[in-house]
């Protein structure tokens, strides 16, 4: 129990969950051949908030992915075994193990840890041993350092600086949506029953909306923010 002893102790240094992640893999469970890992939270609207990360390709710090994406998504390593799409703590490839972060008796979040190596069912039990203790650590340490900020997509959005979807129109999304397909004003005119000076005036309003310039802009600054 030393290496859990240290752990707790270097927890009182306040990191990140970035730093946390690193020195899982780095340090604490490097003996098990971990060369990833990711924390998140569940919010209260069921959305799955990316707080820290290392050793993954892709960056998803930071992200929120909605709950009717992630449960959905098999492709997304908190869905295996969360959402019910296959049974224990390990993926399929007997390379990732996920973990349960709990507080007051609930499940709010998990702590995903990839292996460089597949473990074989002996393996699988020490490693899930020790890294459940970590797993419980983290639970702790992030319930009273990052508390549910967030409630809902909106929330976050607003947190970030994000413009909230409500702030355009029905008629603008579709307008948005078509900028996005790359259509023209006369393209949208035609297809959606509107003179093309109507277009014309939705399409600054989208502008002043998303703070962009044109429709390139807007385009991907729709995408970005996943409104489209």
Same mark, same amino acid.
């Given at each position: 129990?030393?290496? %859990?002893?240290?752990? #707790?102790?270097?927890?009182?240094?306040?990191?990140?969950?970035?730093?946390?992640?690193?020195?899982?893999?780095?340090?604490? %469970?490097?003996?098990?051949?971990?060369?990833?890992?990711?924390? /998140?939270?569940?919010?209260?609207?069921?959305?799955?908030? @990316?707080?820290?990360?290392?050793?993954?390709?892709?960056?998803?710090?930071?992200?929120?992915?909605?709950?009717? &994406?992630?449960?959905?998504?098999?492709? &997304?390593?908190?869905?295996?075994?969360?959402?019910?799409?296959?049974? /224990?703590?390990? +993926? !399929? *490839?007997?390379?990732?193990?996920?973990?349960?972060? $709990?507080? $007051?008796?609930?499940? @709010?979040?998990?702590?995903?840890? $990839?292996?460089?190596?597949?473990?074989?069912?002996?393996?699988?039990? #020490? +490693?899930?041993? *020790?890294?459940?203790?970590?797993?419980?650590?983290?639970?702790?340490?992030?319930?009273?350092?990052?508390?549910?900020?967030?409630?809902?997509?909106?929330?976050?959005? !607003?947190?970030?600086?994000?413009?909230?979807?409500?702030?355009?129109?029905?008629?603008?999304?579709?307008?948005?949506?078509? %900028?996005? *397909?790359?259509? +023209?004003?006369? *393209?949208?005119? +035609?297809?959606? /029953? @509107?003179? #093309?000076?109507? &277009?014309?005036?939705?399409? %600054?309003?989208?502008?002043?909306?998303?703070? #962009?310039?044109?429709? $390139?802009?807007?385009?991907?600054?729709?995408?970005? @923010?996943?409104? &489209?």
């Amino acid at each position: 129990m030393e290496f %859990m002893h240290g752990f #707790v102790s270097w927890l009182a240094h306040k990191p990140t969950p970035d730093e946390i992640c690193r020195a899982l893999v780095t340090d604490f %469970m490097k003996k098990h051949g971990a060369c990833c890992a990711r924390v /998140g939270r569940l919010n209260k609207d069921d959305s799955y908030h @990316y707080l820290g990360q290392y050793g993954f390709d892709v960056n998803e710090t930071g992200k929120l992915v909605p709950g009717q &994406i992630w449960r959905e998504n098999k492709e &997304i390593e908190v869905n295996q075994i969360a959402a019910g799409h296959q049974p /224990g703590p390990w +993926t !399929k *490839d007997k390379q990732q193990v996920l973990l349960e972060l $709990r507080g $007051r008796g609930t499940v @709010y979040g998990w702590l995903n840890i $990839r292996f460089s190596n597949p473990k074989n069912d002996v393996e699988q039990k #020490v +490693t899930y041993f *020790d890294a459940s203790l970590f797993a419980l650590a983290v639970s702790l340490y992030l319930s009273l350092t990052h508390p549910q900020e967030f409630s809902s997509e909106k929330d976050l959005e !607003k947190e970030k600086g994000i413009p909230s979807v409500d702030s355009l129109t029905k008629r603008q999304l579709n307008i948005l949506k078509g %900028m996005v *397909d790359g259509k +023209t004003n006369h *393209d949208l005119a +035609t297809q959606l /029953g @509107y003179s #093309v000076s109507t &277009i014309r005036h939705e399409t %600054m309003r989208i502008y002043q909306a998303l703070a #962009v310039s044109d429709r $390139r802009e807007a385009a991907q600054r729709a995408l970005e @923010y996943g409104w &489209i």
